[in-house]
């Protein structure tokens, strides 16, 4: 069954093909079920994939040559393992999920950018399954850069609006200076080591001097960091939420952004021999994680609430990696995955309700309108909050507990931000779903719950939002239960011979779970509180006013990178290139033009002059015959 | 007599022609200067034919070779006054034209 791996991105491929090219002609109707279609296909497949995977399972599938220079062969190759198989699952089951959603949330749109809107996603779909089904780097890298562009593409999808052109570009920069680094690294691999794919990389990675693979990974860990949206390239990810409200479901949870994390998690070996790497991953991770929670906490805009969640939460997988608890990352990625894209979903579905009102201080009240969305939210904000027993809790604490294994400090700032977690979580589900209606007359008219094709996803999502977490239970609950741990071993495997893994004491584990599940508890109750009866807009100041405004960070890559760039390319537009380049270009037409009006003279139609001319001509070349045959020969040779 | 004197008396000859052909605006005189540096070709091409000749004979009593020369001379003559006839019937028609015969005044056939 692993064979027909290739068919899992083939079904994404046609179908953007096929709405693509004929998305002029084909009707909405048909674009919805050939979008979705060929997304359902691909889950059936990685179903299958999946479960040969589970009972050993595996291959890696060769499809053809990419690249055959010299020594060096690139093969076009799909690597089915646990963990891609597990990726599998989570892009193309809630990819299916997002795609049905978007055929009755797009419905407004004319059916040709319907075909646009469907034949992007099917490409983003089918980038990621490319990243994650490679087994090289270059392949990888294929993917890598396609879900880049899809991104631009996607975010970009109103183009019309040049703030979303703006976003879309800033998302496409951000992730190009990570890809540089991505690049280097593949190309350091190549120049060391003579190979990309991971089987020969991973045998002979004893060969690389220690400085080689901290730089390669570090290398990486840009790559990474541009990508998955980490400290000091994430501002493209709020942003990003000027596309479709699926699309950022579709970024947030399934693609995109997690490619970092598998990427890491895929390279897992060189990370464990590259402490210093490690270190920086967590450190990076870790503060990623508080910064944007802070941020977080003082956003209106309902879309940017659940972004910088993400970014926060994609901190706490890099936390995970870098501490070694590769499986909790994993762990966290698949959990996630499931309560941000039913979040953005619900919140796409509240906004849809609210006739595009995204604004979280004008909404309120939504709890008895929106009775599906309002439940399957509230099951998403419990579950990211790490309330027991939805899958949040189990992710985070693993990471979490893996962290304070390595350094307790780790998880004291770890657990602060699962404390701000769970404040701007249920500060949004309380200002949007609870107290009183804060919008205008007319919207509270129209509030309708959104019809079946969008309800049905929420539901299925809530549903494993919630379940999720039982295949990854902690040691301490029950031995040997931690399903995932078992499935992923084998890609884990070279790495957790290299490190010996000690167990916290029972007793630790349960002070620290129990205290952090009780703080949870509280924060929650005083948000919701708090927020329950929010009705004045009070503006905000001192440092409120610096997390409402994202710690000005935007302000100072505009003053310290934007600006400066601006003026030079100022700079050379306005003094270089017209003095320089365009003077030395006019200057040579204008040098002949001159040149050719004073030699005109010389035809004065004076016959004496011209004969004059002419014996002067004749004398000199007699006068050179005599002195120097070379010239002569010269003279010769040309004529 | 040496070869080289020819040579010299032909030098002289052509460049007296050339000077004069730069310097005098008189359209017969130019035209006699051009006469001149003619036949101090025509001269130069009898002086070589006749050397020529000369040391052919030394080895072959009967040897015509280099005698075309002077063949080629009395074409150049005769293709020279014909030219002349033309040339002095220009400046004849000139002269009753213009009442002059400076050829600066053909200058003004450039327009």
């Known amino acids: ?639 | 007599m040496p070869i080289q004197y020819y040579i010299y008396l032909c030098l002289a000859l052509f460049s007296i022609g050339i000077i004069g052909v730069l310097t005098r605006r008189n359209a017969i005189i130019v035209f006699m200067c051009i006469e001149l540096m003619l036949n101090a070709v025509n001269l130069l091409l009898v002086a070589f034919s006749k050397v020529h000749n000369t040391m052919a004979l030394a080895g072959d009593k009967t040897s015509m070779a280099g005698i075309e020369a002077q063949l080629f001379v009395f074409f150049i003559m005769v293709v020279a006054a014909a030219e002349v006839s033309v040339g002095l019937a220009i400046i004849v028609m000139m002269y009753r034209n213009v009442h002059s015969v400076d050829i600066n005044f053909l200058n003004r056939l450039k327009n």
């Not at chain 1, 790559?223 to 479901?249: C, E, F, H, N, R």
């Not at chain 1, 991953?281 to 910064?291: E, K, P, R, W």
């Not at chain 1, 499935?487 to 916290?504: C, E, M, N, Y």
């Open chain 1, 1 to 639: 069954m692993s064979k027909l791996v290739y068919l899992v991105p083939l079904f994404p491929l046609l179908g953007f093909l096929v709405n693509g090219l004929f998305r002029k002609s084909l009707s909405k109707q048909l674009i919805g079920i050939i979008g979705s279609g060929a997304m359902l296909a691909s889950f059936v497949v990685s179903l299958l994939v999946f479960f040969d995977v589970k009972n050993g399972g595996g291959a890696t599938v060769h499809l053809f040559d990419f690249i055959h220079v010299g020594s060096l062969v690139i093969p076009f190759e799909f690597l089915v393992d646990p963990l891609s198989s597990l990726f599998l699952l989570i892009i193309t089951g809630i990819g299916f999920l997002i795609h049905l959603y978007s055929t009755a949330y797009m419905h407004e749109e004319e059916p040709m950018h319907f075909g646009r809107y469907f034949a992007y996603l099917n490409l983003f779909v089918f980038s990621m399954l490319l990243l994650i089904l490679g087994a090289n780097y270059v392949i990888m890298f294929i993917g890598w850069e396609g879900v880049g562009l899809c991104s631009y593409l996607l975010i970009g999808f109103w183009f019309k609006n040049n703030n979303y052109n703006a976003a879309a570009k800033k998302a496409f920069i951000m992730n190009r200076i990570g890809d540089l680094g991505f690049l280097l690294a593949v190309f350091w691999l190549i120049v060391k080591l003579g190979t990309v794919s991971y089987a020969s990389v991973f045998a002979a990675v004893s060969q690389l001097s220690a400085t080689d693979i901290t730089i390669i990974t570090t290398l990486l860990f840009v790559g990474a960091m541009g990508k998955s949206a980490q400290i000091p390239l994430y501002t493209w990810l709020p942003d990003a939420m000027a596309g479709p409200t699926p699309v950022s479901a579709l970024i947030h949870a399934a693609t995109m952004v997690t490619a970092g994390i598998y990427m890491i998690a895929r390279s897992n070996i060189l990370y464990t021999m590259a402490p210093a790497t490690q270190t920086l991953v967590a450190v990076i991770g870790l503060s990623t994680a508080i910064f944007a929670a802070t941020i977080a906490l003082k956003q209106n805009d309902i879309k940017k609430v659940l972004a910088y969640s993400t970014v926060s939460q994609l901190g706490y997988m890099f936390l995970g990696l870098g501490v070694g608890s590769y499986t909790g990352a994993v762990f966290h990625v698949m959990t996630h995955a499931f309560f941000k894209a039913l979040l953005f979903l619900g919140a796409g579905s509240v906004i849809h309700a609210m006739h595009h009102e995204q604004d979280i201080t004008k909404m309120g009240g939504l709890k008895s309108k929106l009775p599906i969305t309002h439940i399957t939210f509230l099951l998403g904000c419990l579950a990211i909050a790490g309330v027991p027993p939805f899958s949040g809790f189990f992710s985070k604490d693993e990471i979490l507990m893996a962290a304070y294994n390595t350094n307790p400090i780790f998880y004291y700032v770890g657990m602060g931000g699962a404390l701000l977690t769970a404040f701007y979580m249920f500060r949004l589900y309380s200002l949007t779903f609870l107290g009183n209606f804060r919008g205008t007359a007319h919207q509270q008219e129209h509030l309708h719950e959104s019809p079946s094709a969008m309800t049905i996803p929420l539901m299925v999502l809530a549903f494993f939002a919630v379940v999720a977490g039982f295949v990854g239970i902690p040691e301490l609950f029950a031995p040997d239960a931690h399903a995932l741990e078992h499935f992923l071993a084998p890609v884990f495997a070279g790495s957790a011979a290299l490190t010996h893994a000690h167990h916290l004491e029972a007793s630790t584990e349960w002070i620290l779970m129990g205290t952090a599940t009780v703080l949870i508890l509280i924060v929650i109750l005083y948000a919701v509180t708090k927020f329950k009866k929010y009705t004045s807009t009070e503006t905000n100041t001192g440092i409120a006013k610096v997390l409402e405004n994202k710690w000005y960070i935007d302000e100072l890559y505009d003053t310290i990178i934007v600006k400066p760039l601006f003026w030079k390319a100022n700079f050379l537009k306005n003094t270089i290139e017209k003095y320089v380049i365009d003077g030395a270009v006019n200057g040579v037409g204008k040098l002949v033009g001159y040149g050719s009006r004073q030699f005109r003279l010389v035809q004065s139609g004076q016959v004496g002059s011209y004969i004059l001319m002419m014996v002067m001509a004749v004398a000199f070349f007699i006068i050179i015959w005599f002195n120097d045959n070379t010239i002569m020969h010269f003279i010769h040779k040309i004529f």
